[in-house]
């Protein structure tokens, strides 16, 4: 009877897993719908800001910018490199962490000087675990991404991309592709690339419309692009937040069906046990009623 009992303990802490196990699930479930329904709401205003651009470098090929300036200049093995790694607050989501950390590595392998930029706890504490210096921390980020917390990145970074202290800066995260299917993606943000915006395609002999900006087209860009750039930051911040949580919904579908798994085999091992011990009574029975009889006789 021990046996019954330990096996029945264990089905009732097992389903107790479950339960929560499932409801994080649904959380997940939730929370994932609402970051996709903001990124939604946001994307034409920061599509139509891309276009913008697109529009200005397609009709005024001639304009240059600080933000477009790669700094051909600086040797490789001199220039600040900037890493904006966004990872989780919290585990419980599979390899979706780790998949972002090691994506980072491969960005440090290459030559220059790095900095990083970190958004999310676990990210925090995998780099100052691995003796790497963290240039600056963003917390509270990661689980409230919202265009406040992305301006304070985004001005962040492009204030030192200004005076000189980054070179380059790129954005790790994790894009998700559908609800089976997440990567890991690497975009650099900074400098800006002509042809991210289609200038590349545009035809020499194109037909280009006479615009004017004012004040002037530098001063329209500069105030642009920073724009766009936290938009972009947004963009990755609620990406990663929906990536986050669809990678939780899996594995706790995995760690529930796991447990539905364990049940079905304890509960077989209980009627096996139960079974053994009933036949045990009955027999015990039989063999004492057994004794009675001969002791009458």
Do not use: W
């Amino acid at each position: 009877m021990a046996n019954i009992r330990e096996i029945q303990t264990r089905i009732n802490s097992v389903k107790d897993t479950m339960k929560i196990t499932n409801a994080m699930y649904l959380i997940s479930s939730t929370k994932m719908r609402q970051a996709r329904k903001k990124l939604a709401d946001a994307e034409p205003y920061f599509y139509k800001l891309q276009a913008e651009i697109a529009r200005i470098l397609r009709h005024m090929p001639e304009v240059s910018n600080q933000y477009f300036d790669s700094r051909e200049e600086i040797p490789k093995e001199e220039r600040k490199i900037g890493s904006v790694v966004i990872t989780g607050d919290k585990g419980l989501a599979g390899a979706y962490n780790h998949n972002v950390e090691k994506a980072e590595e491969e960005i440090m392998k290459m030559p220059g000087h790095h900095k990083l930029f970190v958004v999310g706890e676990l990210g925090r504490h995998y780099f100052v675990s691995q003796g790497h210096e963290i240039e600056q921390n963003f917390q509270y980020t990661v689980q409230k991404p919202n265009l406040s917390r992305a301006r304070i990145i985004s001005e962040t970074l492009m204030e030192q991309f200004n005076n000189g202290g980054l070179d380059e800066v790129y954005v790790v995260y994790t894009r998700m592709e559908n609800s089976m299917v997440s990567e890991v993606e690497t975009v650099k943000l900074l400098p800006l690339e002509r042809s991210a915006f289609g200038e590349d395609s545009i035809p020499a002999n194109l037909r280009r419309e006479a615009i004017q900006l004012y004040p002037s087209v530098e001063s329209v860009m500069d105030n642009i692009v920073p724009n766009y750039v936290t938009g972009m930051i947004y963009g990755c911040l609620v990406e990663a937040y929906a990536s986050e949580h669809n990678a939780r919904m899996t594995a706790m579908k995995s760690a529930t069906d796991s447990a539905e798994a364990i049940i079905k085999d304890l509960s077989i091992a209980y009627n096996r046990a139960r079974q053994a011990a009933i036949t045990q009574e009955i027999t015990e029975v039989c063999a004492g009623a057994k004794a009675q009889k001969r002791k009458r006789k």
